[in-house]
C-alpha cells in the first residue's frame, strides 16, 4: 500500500519561507508523476508543482520563481522549498503521485492522482 505523508506546514509572515516534505512508503515505480496541490478555503484544489522520475518539473504560474519543487530518491522523499511567500498562498498542502503510464506525460489533473497525503496546512499572514 502507497502511503504519503506531509510535513513542514505552519504559519509565516508574508515574504517569509517553508518547506515542506512528503515521505512516500509502499512505491515501487520506475516511471511516476509526484506532485503538489493546495486547497485554499471556499476554492477547488489546485496544481502547484509536479515532477517525474527523470525530475522534468513543471509549476503554475502563481508560484513560478518563488516556489521549488525536487526529490530524493534516497530518502524516499519530495520537497516543496517556498520562498516569497503570499498571503494567498495560504492553503492545505498536498503531497499526491501516480505511476506514469509508458508514453504519457504528467498533469495537473486531479483526477489522475491515485495516492494522497493528508495534507499540512500554510497559512501567510500579511
Known sequence: QVQLMESGGGSVQAGG???LSCAASGYTSDRYCMAWF???LGKER???ARINEYGTT?????????FTISKDNAKNTLYLQM???K????????CAAVNRP???MCSFLLRSYLYWGQGTQV????
Request: charged letters at 20%; aromatic letters at 12%.
Open 17 to 19: 519561507s517553508l518547506k
Open 38 to 40: 493546495r486547497q485554499a
Open 46 to 48: 489546485e496544481g502547484v
Open 58 to 66: 513543471s509549476y503554475a504560474v502563481s508560484v513560478k520563481g518563488r
Open 83 to 85: 520562498n516569497s511567500l
Open 87 to 94: 498571503p494567498e498562498d495560504t492553503a492545505m498542502y498536498y
Open 102 to 104: 509508458y508514453g504519457t
Open 123 to 126: 497559512t501567510v499572514s500579511s
